[in-house]
């Protein structure tokens, strides 16, 4: 295992993103080619997932568009995302949040993290 681990270490870059986790809602930039054109998308919804470990790692993120739920599957090692913004934090009990895709209308909406500072 420590072979692979080795091999993996040496083939990627190390990108730093914000820290992030499910159910905070992030807009994803990301570069599409089509042809010889190449153009930088936003993909904007919540992160239900996390999983995998430093090459493998990925981050699911779903959102809502003209009422069909949409998933897309990002690696984090991809040399195609360019940026990665948070826009809310949620308030979330669970690391996978799969039980989103059964809720519909005000009840798929996950709270916003407050934060108090303590001085």
Do not use: W
Not at 1 to 27: C, L, S, W
Not at 40 to 46: E, H, K, L, M, T
Not at 60 to 77: L, Q, Y
Request: net charge positive; with cysteine; proline share 3%.
């Amino acid at each position: 295992m420590d072979a692979i681990n080795f091999v993996h270490e040496q083939m990627t870059k190390e990108i730093t993103y914000p820290d992030f986790r499910a159910g905070d809602n992030v807009a994803v930039s990301y570069k599409i080619v089509e042809g010889n054109k190449e153009r930088i998308q936003i993909f904007r919804g919540d992160c239900i997932q996390i999983k995998g470990e430093n090459s493998t790692k990925t981050f699911t993120v779903r959102k809502m568009s003209s009422g069909v739920g949409v998933e897309r599957i990002f690696p984090f090692a991809s040399p195609n995302i360019v940026e990665i913004k948070i826009l809310k934090r949620g308030k979330v009990r669970r690391a996978r949040l799969y039980y989103l895709r059964d809720l519909v209308g005000k009840k798929a909406r996950i709270k916003e993290r407050k934060f108090i500072k303590k001085v």
